[in-house]
């Protein structure tokens, strides 16, 4: 809900602070005392448009602000967060629309800089404006389709259109990537195959290579690796004089001074690690001439191999790994390309049975609406009859989306799908006997569009987190008695959510809960407009006073208050019988 609405500079507005409360609250004043300007703030808050012109004489900047406390309003807050928009624990959200003369204006959200587009994403969903020249709502795409979608509670068939919707997009993705591989995959398959072959064909392994060097290094210097080989295992421990004999003698010359210096028993330490070291090294050149065969028959044969493992890397450009890697690789793809035309017709098959099960849910949904529609048109019309439109009739026409290049066929006929389904469902009527239909956002006035939607919002209200609602002058060209009708549906609108009400009627008014009066005032030689919160004493004035317009030459000022107590008290008993 909108806990504060603040404005500055906008017109004739210098300063205003308002907070407002659930229910219905109504707005009053004076002809041209500035009602609309407040119908004005709150449309910037929705993303409506902003003009420079707005902008109080003498000033550089004018802004709105709202402070909406979404803490009992889990659906907005999810909203918010999926648009990026961080709340805090409080759920408060605070929306800045600023206007500037010089430059661009601006938009903050929480106090951060946003954008017009993100505005308009969260503003709608928060407050909706109604007023005469803002009633193209019911006439925007989509709207009746929705309306009588929640009206009917069709969630869970819409959700299955969304779901099936999705599966048959995403399978006409996978089939289009993998005709569009396999055709370029047929270009490249001789290619892929001789390389596969040649890599094949070559036994590739990665420890093979370092193998090779070591076999040809060996079968290169054979000769002076086994003489140096032999030498030196010999000065290590075969030779007459040799490193190993020549560290026991000194360990044995040091051993029996150990314990007479501490410096001495480490060096005695380092003799005899030495000493070990020399036997393990002698010990792996003996291995090692054991096992040696060099057979200089087979070093060409190894430098073939070796040259040819490095002509493979040149041409691939890639290490013995990544050879080993490309061989897989390209087994993989030929592999793939071989079975492309099985996987084409099986994702054919899943495409057509994925594109009849959207079609059903399309069906299915379709005749949701036929069935329901003449239902929720008939209640829609009981509403807005008592609304001074006594003749009023409403249809919900349910047609084919067609579309020559449609996804789905439906009664023979191609259509378009949506997440919505695949119908265009409009909102017609007929306001006088003997008229025809037409749709209600060109055949209805400004006063009967507000009026049909007001109906309409009243039937639409079971959403469990309605926006903020301002109808502005909804019972202009109403006699006071026909717009008690009005005034009821108002009410009852504002049972569980906040309606705002701008009206020259006090029928209307005295339904408010809450009552705001607006007045001009000279200071400074300068006009400015003030909001007031009338109290009870104060709204039998204000009533008394519309009374006044109304029954000019036929009342006193005494009947007119006697008159305007009457009708506060009538409307108290009203109300108590809608609640029961």
Partial sequence: MLRELRVGNLALVEDLNLSLEMGLTVLTGETGAGKSLVAGALSLLAGGKGEKEQIRRGEDLAYVEGVFDLGDCPEQMAHCQELGIKLADDGLLVLRRELRRETRGRVLINGLMSSLALLEQVGPRLVGVQSQDQQRVLSRPGFARDFLDRALGLEEELAAVHRHLAQYQELNRQLARRRQEEDFARQQLEIWEYQLKE?????????????????????????????????????????????????????????????????????????????????????????????????????????????????????????????????ATLADQVARQRAAASDIL???????????????????????????????????????????????????????????????????????????????????????????????????????????????????????????????EIDAGLGMDNAVPVARLLSRLGENGQVLCITHLPTVAAFGQWHWKVAKEVAHQRTRVRVGNLDQEGRVEEIARLLGGQMSGEATRPVQIDHARKLLGQDRIDQQEGSG
């Avoid at 009023?392 to 047609?399: A, D, G, I, K, Y």
Wanted: hydrophobic share 40%; proline share 5%; charged share 30%.
């Fill in 199 to 327: 890599l094949s064909e070559a036994g590739l392994d990665a420890e093979e290579e370092a193998d090779l060097a070591e076999k040809i290094a060996l079968g290169r210097n054979s000769r002076s690796l086994l003489e140096s080989a032999a030498q030196a295992r010999e000065a290590l421990t075969e030779g007459e004089i040799n490193a190993r004999d020549l560290l026991g003698s000194a360990f044995g010359v040091l051993a029996p001074l150990e314990d007479t210096s501490p410096r001495l028993a480490a060096i005695l330490e380092l003799v005899q690690t030495a000493q070990s070291a020399a036997e393990e090294a002698a010990g792996g050149l003996e291995r090692f001439l054991d096992t040696v065969d060099v057979d200089p028959s087979r070093l060409d044969e190894w430098e073939e191999r070796h040259a040819h493992y490095g002509e493979l890397k040149r041409k691939y450009h890639t290490d013995v790994a990544g050879l080993v890697e490309r061989e």
């Fill in 346 to 472: 099986q994702l054919e098959d899943d495409v057509l049975r994925a594109r009849e099960t959207l079609a059903q849910a399309c069906r299915d949904l379709r005749e949701c609406r036929v069935k329901g529609a003449p239902q929720v048109a008939r209640q829609a019309r009981d509403l807005i009859r008592p609304l001074a439109m006594p003749d009023v009739e409403l249809t919900f026409v349910v047609e084919p989306d067609l579309d020559p290049r449609g996804a789905i066929v439906l009664d023979g006929q191609p259509s378009r799908v949506t997440a919505g389904g695949a119908d265009l469902v409009s909102l017609v009527a007929r306001t006088n006997p003997g008229e025809s239909y037409g749709e209600v956002g060109k055949i209805a006035s400004g006063g009967e569009k507000s009026r049909i939607f007001l109906g309409l919002s009243v039937l639409d209200r079971h959403e469990s987190e309605p926006p903020l609602m301002l109808f502005d």
